[in-house]
């Protein structure tokens, strides 16, 4: 309980500009890093750094190979501190005035090309009918994604996103799993008897977007199977105009499916593997939680998605 109590005077002896440094070192495990997603210099940074490490009487980070490395004391600290930031951000960012009606506000998005199938157009849809005024701006997943939502340049990121799990919020939209698609009129293939024999015969289209084709890789690598790969496509948008002209199949998300059977030319199998199941969800960082505006935009999407 001392410690506690020790530990709060603490933070309020030093300024929210010194709590943003250590709240960053310790997300990105890197100064420069740091320094760009809080729009300071690295010396400012480091400088900061080395008042909070004389305040505290501790190094806080040991650099490890390109990483900084918390100490036991800045993992125990580190809930405190985000706690103080984000009820900071609650104070900066409160607004009573946010109305979806005459609202121009622009949000930009992250989402995989799945979720651009499968989400944008009801979401689109939505938004013109309660919200017309309402602009979004729709980019794709990156290995920048973390960094740009951190510093305010994308408001959400919607999709399977495992390298989002930690350090930003997170909202279950519904679990995703594969289904097999190919053309209906498919000279050897039917829905009612599909086998894993069957399976491995024929040509498949395989797509090399995100961690979900790797889970489909790796489950048939684990059983020794090597698929025919007649095309590789870098996303799922192509797909199912190939399949549907050709005699090639390929294992897609089940809701990705639904869309695609628009075309009147594709039917779905059922996958003879259990290949893994994932969850689609919303993430955003702390910045972005108390918004109005962006609580309100989360909990339509959120209403929309859930299964």
């Known amino acids: 309980m001392d410690y506690l109590i020790q530990t709060e005077t603490i933070l309020f002896d030093l300024d929210s500009r010194l709590l943003n440094i250590f709240y960053h070192i310790y997300r990105f495990k890197s100064v420069s890093m740091a320094a760009d997603a809080i729009g300071l210099t690295q010396p400012s940074v480091s400088n900061g750094l080395n008042k909070i490490r004389q305040h505290f009487n501790d190094p806080l980070f040991i650099r490890v190979g390109n990483e900084m490395i ?11 501190i985000s706690e103080v930031i984000d009820k900071v951000e609650s104070i900066n960012n409160f607004s009573v005035n946010f109305d979806p009606l005459t609202s121009d506000q622009l949000f930009t998005i992250a989402m995989t090309d799945v979720s651009h199938l499968v989400l944008l157009p009801q979401l689109t849809n939505y938004l013109k009918e309660k919200a017309p005024l309402i602009r979004l701006n729709i980019r794709p997943i990156t290995p920048e994604t973390s960094y740009q939502m951190a510093n305010g ?4 990121a919607i999709g399977f996103l495992p ?17 097999v698609i190919s053309s209906k009129s498919h000279p050897r293939l039917d829905p009612n008897n599909f086998t894993l024999d069957d399976y491995m015969r024929e040509y498949h ?30 996303s799922y948008l192509g797909v ?4 549907q002209e050709t005699d090639a199949i390929a294992t897609v998300p089940y ?5 695609l059977l628009v075309r009147e030319n594709l039917q779905i199998l059922p996958a003879p593997l259990d290949f893994p199941t994932y969850d689609v969800k919303q993430h955003w960082h702390m910045s972005c939680h108390h918004k109005s505006s ?9 209403e929309l998605f859930k299964v």
């Open 294 to 302: 962006h609580k309100w935009f989360r909990q339509t999407c959120y």
């Open 240 to 243: 199912g105009l190939v399949v």
């Open 163 to 179: 390298q989002l799990e930690e350090g930003f919020y997170q909202q279950k939209f519904f679990k995703q799993y594969y289904v």
């Open 255 to 259: 809701y990705l499916s639904q869309v």
């Open 70 to 80: 918390p100490t036991e004391l800045a993992k125990e600290i580190f809930p405190l």
């Open 153 to 156: 340049e994308i408001d959400l």
């Open 205 to 234: 289209i395989d797509i090399d977007a995100g961690i979900g084709h790797y889970h489909i890789k790796n489950e048939l690598q684990n059983k020794g199977l090597d698929r025919n790969i007649l095309i590789r496509l870098p």
